[in-house]
C-alpha cells in the first residue's frame, strides 16, 4: 500500500482535458472496494458510503489533484483507500453513538422481595463497573459483544449485519472478553 506513484504511460493526454473522465472512471470501478475498505473498518453501510464520498473530496481537494492523471489507476486506488481508511477512522471517532438500553419489563426485582436492598445495591454498583469496562471497548467490539452475547447470534449473523468476516468477529469477541476481564479484575 505504500508503493511510489509511478507514470502512467497516457501518450501525451492534457491532463485538464481528462481530468474529469478519468475521475469518474476511478469512481465507478473502484466505489464497490473502497466501501468495503470502509466496512471493513467497522462502518454500516450509509456511513461507508459517506467515507468514500469523503474520501473523492480530499481526493479532488489535493492541491495536485489535475497531475494525478498521470498515474497509474491502481496507485490511485491505493491513494483513494488510504484516503478512505482515514476517513472511515475519522467517522467512527465523530460518531460515538450511544445505543438505548432496551427496557427489562414491569418486574422489580425488589418489588418481589426475593432480593434485599443492599444486594441489590451490591448488583446495581457491579452494573455500572460492567458498563463503565463496557465503554472503554472500540464501537466495533461493543457491536460484536451485543450481537454474539446479548441478542445470541452465531458469529456468521453477527458476521453478516456488520460486514465482516466471521474469523474477525470470533478475534473482536475474544480481544472484548479479554479486556473486559481486565478491566473488572482491576
Do not use: Y
Not at 500500500?1 to 473502484?30: I, K, Q
Not at 461507508?48 to 464520498?53: C, G, R
Not at 481508511?85 to 422489580?108: F, I, Q, V, Y
Not at 463496557?134 to 458469529?155: A, F, I, K, N
Amino acid at each position: 500500500m505504500t508503493e511510489a506513484l509511478t507514470p502512467a504511460p497516457n501518450g501525451g493526454l492534457d491532463s485538464e482535458s481528462s481530468f474529469l473522465p478519468w475521475v469518474s472512471t476511478l469512481a465507478r470501478v473502484h466505489s464497490r472496494g473502497l466501501a468495503a475498505v470502509a466496512r471493513n473498518e467497522g462502518l454500516g453501510p450509509e456511513d461507508a458510503l459517506d467515507a468514500v464520498q469523503e474520501a473523492f473530496q480530499t481526493f479532488l481537494l489535493l492541491p495536485h489533484a489535475r497531475s494525478l492523471v498521470e498515474m497509474l489507476p491502481k496507485d490511485a486506488a491505493v491513494l483513494l483507500g488510504t484516503l478512505v481508511r482515514n476517513a472511515a477512522r475519522n467517522l467512527r471517532r465523530r460518531h460515538h453513538r450511544a445505543a438505548p438500553h432496551e427496557p427489562l419489563g414491569d418486574e422489580s426485582p425488589l418489588a418481589a422481595g426475593d432480593v434485599s436492598v443492599d444486594e441489590a445495591i451490591a448488583r446495581a454498583e457491579e452494573h455500572v463497573r460492567l458498563l463503565g469496562c463496557v465503554d472503554r471497548l472500540t464501537e466495533t467490539q461493543r457491536r460484536v459483544v451485543r450481537l454474539r452475547m446479548l441478542e445470541e447470534l452465531s458469529g456468521i449473523e453477527t458476521a453478516r449485519q456488520l460486514g465482516l468476516v466471521p474469523g474477525r468477529v470470533a478475534v473482536l469477541l475474544h480481544r472484548a472478553k479479554k479486556a473486559l476481564l481486565q478491566c473488572l479484575v482491576s
